[in-house]
């Protein structure tokens, strides 16, 4: 009998250590060798430029007097993306655009705000770096910026940045990727820059702890494919050069997680069950680079569908209540 027991707790203490082992976050991947990346640039034609590193895509739009840069990826890759649109051309950066906040594309702010660029972006996206963040699926909290890296200039829902032979017009999309999503059309050089509200042949991340929602990513699309004609080059905000038609299949891919998760949630089910349901399995081979990829779009599906926003209640009904 006393056997029996000590085998029995042996499992118990077995079992209890397999499922916290399962409740550990997963370990954070180790950081970039920042030293080993390489900038490629491509050619889009017209003066403009997309540059390719580690973290988000860049555009660099040429005018006859400066240069307005879209996203800054990493700080420690300054020099290097410096110097690759020094060989574009050695007039000076006057504009960097943030796409949203996250740091693979606003890493590079502080320094190029030394260097004379004014940084841009919507109101959010300024709001989000003073105060930190936390990810929504990891619990990891980003600290609060520099006051260096805080772009200077905010717009609300719409925007224009002109230079000699260039305009740039920057529009805010509401709660799609997170909720302080730019994009921005070069209109004569039919070039658009979407930031992280399109991924090219990957699924998205949805920052639905920091206001993003799928139904956000869709009406993103379809602001995009009343712009883009067939000849439109498309920076996405990770992976390859696109065109409408890779616009158009994207959108299909978000318009079926969002209706099969619909459904799912309206069921009642819980994350744990539509992870285990793997509602998107047909998609992964496409969209999914691994299983852990199409665990999480599962997940950040789930929550911008689910949770319930946390709104204040209106001013008069509140009055009513209280009396």
Request: aromatic fraction near 6%; hydrophobic fraction near 40%.
């Amino acid at each position: 009998m006393q056997k029996l027991r000590i085998a029995a707790i042996a499992t118990v203490v077995a079992l209890s250590g397999a499922t916290l082992a399962q409740q550990q976050p997963p370990a954070a991947p180790p950081p970039p060798d920042f030293s080993k990346v390489e900038i490629k640039t491509t050619d889009l034609g017209d003066n403009v430029y997309m540059l390719e590193g580690q973290g988000g895509n860049i555009t660099v739009a040429v005018a006859n007097d400066g240069i307005i840069m879209v996203d800054g990826q990493f700080a420690p890759l300054h020099d290097k993306i410096k110097a690759a649109i020094a060989v574009i051309s050695n007039l000076p950066i006057k504009y960097l655009i943030n796409t949203h906040f996250h740091g693979d594309h606003t890493g590079g702010n502080e320094s190029f705000a030394k260097d004379g660029a004014t940084v841009v972006s919507q109101v959010n996206v300024k709001s989000r770096l003073a105060a930190g963040t936390t990810n929504g699926l990891t619990g990891a909290t980003t600290p609060p910026a520099p006051q260096g890296a805080l772009p200077s200039d905010t717009y609300t829902n719409f925007s224009k940045i002109r230079l000699r032979g260039r305009v740039a017009n920057l529009r805010h999309i509401a709660n799609a990727h997170t909720d302080g999503d730019t994009y921005v059309w070069f209109k004569t050089a039919n070039v658009l820059s979407t930031g992280d509200t399109f991924t090219n042949g990957r699924y998205p991340n949805i920052d639905f702890a920091n206001g993003g929602n799928i139904k956000g990513m869709i009406a993103a699309t379809d602001i995009y494919l009343k712009l883009v004609n067939a000849k439109t080059r498309i920076v996405p905000g990770h992976g390859p050069i696109a065109d409408k038609a890779a616009l158009v299949e994207y959108r299909t891919m978000l318009i079926t997680a969002r209706d099969r998760m619909t459904k799912l949630v309206k069921e009642g089910k819980s994350e744990d069950d539509v992870v285990a349901a793997k509602p998107f399995a047909d998609l992964d081979a496409k969209w999914a680079p691994n299983e852990l990829a199409g665990k999480n779009f599962i997940r950040v599906v789930y929550h911008s569908l689910a949770d319930k926003p946390d709104t204040p209640k209106p001013l008069l009904k509140r009055i009513f209540r209280r009396n």
